[in-house]
């Protein structure tokens, strides 16, 4: 078992050629320093400080792949590729100021910073089925047992996704996904609304999805859906914060 955490698109962004090849610096506006490691909000970004900000992530996805490619090349120089399932994850996206105002990941709960990639490849793995119902990292260690057959009597808070992907089961693993912002508040969301929960206790009540882009309140939202959502953000998400 190998966990391996790339930081490369993460702040403060180190690129070297050939990573830097979508970087214009003559098109960055001169007091955006993009080499700090910080968060942006308010700011007044032009086109060239989005197409810089665009580049620098992009090439550092680049540059996590190329690291990928190296461990997979080790692998199948042992002999250990065929036998060997990839897990592919993110514990939260980026805002790239696609606003022309705002950049990172801090006191905001955005679809772009909430939304991450999850790729799963390897034995046991149907190729090229995609999966479009929002699922959970805690669903990560569930499809691992599966996947390798292990038994145990642990208790999973998430699902095996493998039931879903290949077609086993028709519904969705989750009603409502969950997650906390350290900087801001808590999330529940569902494929509908996204409800948020500050640390001072006001509610608010949005429509999925919830855009850097563009924001819709969810009026009129049913109270039966209201109550369930924050039965799990109490039941749920509370629970396992309190049991850490």
Not at 105 to 113: A, I, K, L, M, R
Not at 143 to 150: D, S
Not at 236 to 244: C, V
């Amino acid at each position: 078992f190998l966990y391996v955490h790339l930081l490369d698109t993460h702040f403060p962004h180190r690129l070297e050629p050939p990573y830097d090849q979508w970087l214009d610096r003559r098109a960055r506006s001169p007091q955006m320093l993009l080499d700090q490691p910080r968060f942006y909000e308010n700011a007044d970004f032009t086109q060239g400080d989005k197409e810089y900000l665009r580049g620098l992530h992009d090439g550092s996805i680049l540059q996590s792949d190329a690291g990928i490619a190296r461990l997979i090349a080790a692998l199948k120089a042992r002999r250990l590729f065929e036998n060997t399932v990839f897990i592919i994850g993110g514990d939260h996206g980026e805002v790239l100021g696609e606003d022309g105002a705002t950049v990172g990941h801090g006191s905001n709960s955005f679809d772009e910073v909430m939304r991450v990639p999850l790729i799963v490849s390897g034995p046991g793995v149907p190729v090229g089925e995609g999966y479009s119902p929002s699922v959970a990292n805690l669903d990560i260690v569930p499809a691992l047992v599966g996947l390798l057959g292990f038994e145990t009597s642990a208790e999973f808070h998430g699902r095996s996704l493998l039931p879903y992907v290949t077609g086993v089961n028709q519904g969705v693993p989750h009603e409502f996904i969950g997650a906390v912002n350290y900087g801001d508040r808590w999330v529940v969301r569902s494929e509908s609304f996204t409800l948020h929960r500050r640390w001072d206790g006001v509610e608010e009540f949005w429509q999925t999805p919830y855009s850097i882009l563009g924001q819709t309140p969810a009026v009129g939202v049913a109270e039966v859906e209201q109550t369930r959502m924050r039965t799990f953000l109490t039941d749920t998400l509370l629970a396992l914060d309190a049991a850490r």
